[in-house]
């Protein structure tokens, strides 16, 4: 009940937002870093679509240093799934979902941190322009490839850019784009062909990722290779791997990237 009626206030309020406020229509800022954005969002959410809308115009304003990932957490009311169309939720977005839970829905991290401006879509991409100016400790660079079995590597360049004395984790996520599935929208309709992307699929390292360790010098390199194991349904093919630089436990990002992932017919 509490959920829906937020959904429901948050549909009414963002009613009265003109198009125009929608859109990135000011001088863009050059990029220090890339931002990671990660949003809750369901297929029976009815501003989910908005938001989406929002993110994919940052995107092609940024498309270097903007990387999306969209969660649909098991389990709650706004992503239970529809009969037909592609499964969207996943064991690593659920556990994402217990660490960090909300009530609303669509809902976005910044770097791995909520803000005041989380559930007011309108305003997600001056939030995540914000954050292009912050200084990185590292740069990453990353390849992934898919063996005709369906094994995911990922090797992942780390470069410092300055001393760190603190710990932080690599983690490698896996999204999907082109998933085609039922979304309901703002009129109380259903697009049964509605086309999803960014979608969370699973994690090659755990949800977190792995330490890597917790002192490194300006000039410092360090190269690890991520495996696992893709699933079934999973259309390698339209999948990426989205690499971060966090801290264990804030799961603040330092740095991402988003790479796709090359197949054997590639």
Known sequence: MVAAAAGLFLMVACDNISEKDRLIDFPLPEANKSVLIWEYTGQRCTNCPDGAKV?????E???????????????????????R?????CETATEIYRTFPVIEFPYAFFDGQSS?????????STEA??????????????????????R??????????????FPMNLTVWIIENGLV????????GRDNNYVHNHVLRGSLNGTWGQLIGSVFGIGDTESFEISG???????????????????????YVYQCVAVHIETETE
């Open 85 to 89: 169309g592609a499964r969207l939720t």
């Open 129 to 150: 322009i914000s954050k292009l100016d912050n200084r990185p400790p590292a740069n990453l660079t990353a390849e992934a490839k898919a063996d005709e079995t369906g």
């Open 152 to 165: 995911i590597t990922v090797d992942v360049d780390c470069e410092f850019i300055s001393d760190v004395t």
């Open 55 to 59: 993110i994919s115009e940052l995107m």
């Open 116 to 124: 005041s401006e989380s559930t007011n879509y309108p305003k997600w």
């Open 61 to 83: 304003a940024y498309p270097e240093n903007v990387v999306t990932v969209c969660i649909h957490p098991e389990g709650v009311t706004f992503t239970e799934p529809f009969p």
């Open 181 to 188: 599935a039922p979304q309901v929208t703002k009129t109380g």
């Open 229 to 251: 194991q893709a699933e079934a349904e999973w259309a390698l093919e339209n999948c990426e791997a989205v690499v971060f630089l966090s801290d264990p436990n804030s799961h």
